[in-house]
């Protein structure tokens, strides 16, 4: 499959003065095992105070909700797919 319907929800964690904490679950619908899975990602955000800029340290895994026979697939797939949206972030920034 080429595109598949996916939800991200946000959840905010954490904003202080210099950090900012977000989860986001990524849910996909019309894909086989869909229901076994989600991606769960944290954005953490950090400045030094007095500094005009900033880090973004961007991580994922995967969260089973029940066990499947492909979870060997799902997880490769899963890792390459995700890499490549961090590759496509990383050039629109």
């Known amino acids: 499959m080429k595109e598949v319907p996916t939800t991200k929800s946000f959840k905010l964690i954490e904003n202080t003065g210099n950090k900012i904490t977000v989860k986001v679950l990524n849910t996909t619908t019309n894909v086989p095992y869909c229901d076994s899975f989600g991606v769960?990602?944290?954005w953490l955000i950090v400045s030094l105070?007095?500094?005009?800029c900033c880090v973004l340290?961007?991580?994922?895994c995967?969260?089973?909700?029940k066990w499947t026979v492909m979870k060997g697939m799902i997880t490769s797939n899963t890792d390459s797919?995700?890499?490549k949206v961090w590759a496509a972030y990383e050039l629109w920034i």
């Open 62 to 65: 995967l969260r089973w909700y």
């Open 49 to 52: 105070p007095g500094t005009k």
């Open 57 to 60: 340290r961007a991580s994922f």
């Open 40 to 42: 769960e990602e944290e």
């Open 81 to 83: 797919e995700t890499q």
